[in-house]
């Protein structure tokens, strides 16, 4: 049987561990489909090493596809489902995908992604119930995944090797990078390695509990708060697309003990009727999670005072992981600490020379895990040489320091990203678009503050000359980044300016055009 679920099929096979919209699954169930699809994709010529990619809204089917990855050997690739084709075609390839996973609802840009040359590594397309008109069925390389589990054996699949996921990050330069780990696949790794990670995880969540998952499974943040879990045994309860009345009520249904949200999320859960709030027990709710974007004072206190100090926040990233935490005490006490590093981390602040500053002087964060872990962008060896100060010591760009409490704080970001609703969302990508406008001489694209969001796109355009500035022109150019990249990278609003200011070697100065829309705000950031 699979390494990784054979134990709780055996002591528990009948409990559920899966639980999405449509149906549920069981230890039992679980361990024989990882079985089946371990099995069958290695039938479509998957081997050790080998790198499928995964289009796909939270359903069960997601989990047994990490499951089978895991045991497979196989790098998995999460791909954001709001990609449109030109994004897919750019990460098939990039990643070399052999196989696509993709889900009925995401079938559309998968099969507009594949007449694109850059997509013919991938070898077979594995639709997610999809039904007889899909749009990825045209070509012989179309298996239904039930059928694919159907024709595999179930018996236990030999040579088990670990395989995990590459995230791809959005960069600085333009199209995302992925994120290769220590867990992603074609390591000499046995999958039994993960029940390691899964016990360290333990320290953060009550293993084994339920997990309440509400954000996609695509983010870094969210499958390791909900797939590190169920690898310790827990059980997952997945909701699609957030609606935060139906999540409270899936959380007292199934008594959930465990909850990742990000600071969106938890505005909207404030901003619900008090009559939906009222009908909210929690019983069995002992550990909410949140991170991935700077949370708005008032939000976090809000939840603190509904919700009580059941409350922690972490500041990590996708290379790095978590870095450090706060309790729901130590950050009213602290009062926007991002809290005091894990003791597996070690923080190094320094200035533009390389050079550690003082105690409280604020300078550029470098981490280092010293358990020896590290990262590499896929593809890219320059970019990840400059996210390095040496081997194993990293950065994610954050200016911040270090209080004598020891604990860490964020001042501002030093490279040029938006975090809106908690996603990284990289300028260079937008601006590449945008900058080939007919009617655009030169373009910035810039974070302002956003209530619910955090951070919301901004375009500053300077027309060409002899171009009208409009509201048409604005529009034209939002639709353009709407066509060409996914939805939430486009711009929200756009604004006409007489000049783009650019350094002698030609790059943007963005803290002078950002300065006026974050005048009297607290954060940078």
Not at 45 to 63: K, M, P, R, Y
Not at 201 to 224: D, E, K
Not at 489 to 503: E, L, N, W
Request: proline share 5%; hydrophobic share 40%; net charge negative.
């Amino acid at each position: 049987m699979a390494v990784l679920t054979s134990d709780f099929a055996r002591d528990r096979g009948s409990d559920v561990a899966l639980i999405d919209e449509s149906r549920s699954v069981t230890w039992t169930d679980l361990n024989d489909r990882v079985n089946r699809l371990v099995n069958g994709l290695r039938d479509l010529g998957l081997s050790t090493g080998d790198t499928v990619a995964v289009v796909a809204g939270n359903q069960c089917e997601w989990f047994e596809i990490a499951q089978a990855c895991a045991h497979g050997g196989w790098t998995y690739v999460p791909v954001n489902w709001h990609w449109v084709a030109d994004e897919l075609a750019y990460v098939f390839n990039d990643a070399q995908a052999k196989v696509v996973l993709v889900d009925a609802r995401y079938e559309g840009p998968v099969a507009e992604a594949m007449k694109d040359e850059r997509s013919q590594s991938v070898q077979h397309i594995v639709g997610i119930q999809c039904g007889a008109s899909a749009a990825v069925r045209k070509g012989a390389n179309f298996v239904e995944f039930e059928a694919l589990l159907a024709g595999a054996s179930n018996a236990e699949p030999t040579d088990q090797m670990l395989g995990g996921p590459m995230f791809y990050t959005s960069g600085t330069t333009g199209r995302p990078k992925g994120v290769r780990g220590a867990l992603s696949g074609g390591m000499a790794l046995t999958p039994d390695i993960m029940k390691l990670i899964a016990a360290g995880f333990s320290s953060f969540l009550p293993i084994p509990g339920r997990t309440m998952l509400c954000g996609p499974f695509y983010h870094s943040a969210q499958w390791a708060f909900s797939f590190f879990p169920m690898v310790g045994g827990s059980s997952v309860v997945m909701q699609h697309k957030y609606d935060s009345a139906e999540m409270l009520r899936l959380i007292d249904e199934h008594a959930c003990t465990n909850v990742h949200l990000v600071p969106t999320q938890m505005k909207r859960l404030l901003d619900l009727p008090q009559a939906v709030k009222d009908t909210f027990e929690g019983a069995a709710l002992s550990t909410v999670w949140h991170g991935a974007a700077p949370c708005p004072p008032a939000v976090k206190r809000g939840l603190i005072e509904w919700w009580g100090p059941k409350i922690t926040e972490y500041y990590g990233s996708t290379e790095g992981s978590i870095i450090s935490t706060v309790s729901s005490q130590e950050w009213l006490d602290k009062g926007g600490s991002v809290g005091k590093p894990l003791d597996s981390v070690e923080v190094l602040v320094l200035n533009d020379a390389n050079e550690r500053v003082e105690q409280g002087s604020e300078g550029t964060l470098y981490f280092r895990n010293k358990m020896g872990t590290d990262f590499s962008y896929h593809n890219d060896e320059g970019k990840t040489k400059d996210a390095h100060l040496e081997p194993g010591v990293f950065t994610t760009g954050d200016v911040g320091y270090i209080d004598a409490d020891g604990y860490l704080w964020l001042s501002d970001r030093k490279i040029d990203m938006i975090i809106s609703g908690g996603v990284n969302i990289y300028p260079a990508e937008i601006e590449g678009v945008i900058a080939v406008h007919p009617g655009v001489e030169d373009v910035a694209v810039i974070g302002v503050p956003d209530e619910e969001f955090g951070e919301s796109v901004k375009a500053l355009v300077q027309v060409q000359e002899g171009v009208a500035e409009s509201a048409e022109l604005a529009t034209a150019i939002i639709a353009r980044c709407r066509e060409l990249l996914a939805g939430y990278k486009a711009p929200r609003s756009v604004d006409f300016i007489a000049h783009i200011p650019r350094t002698g070697t030609g790059k943007i100065q963005k803290k002078p055009l950002r300065a006026p829309y974050w005048e009297g705000h607290s954060r940078k950031i």
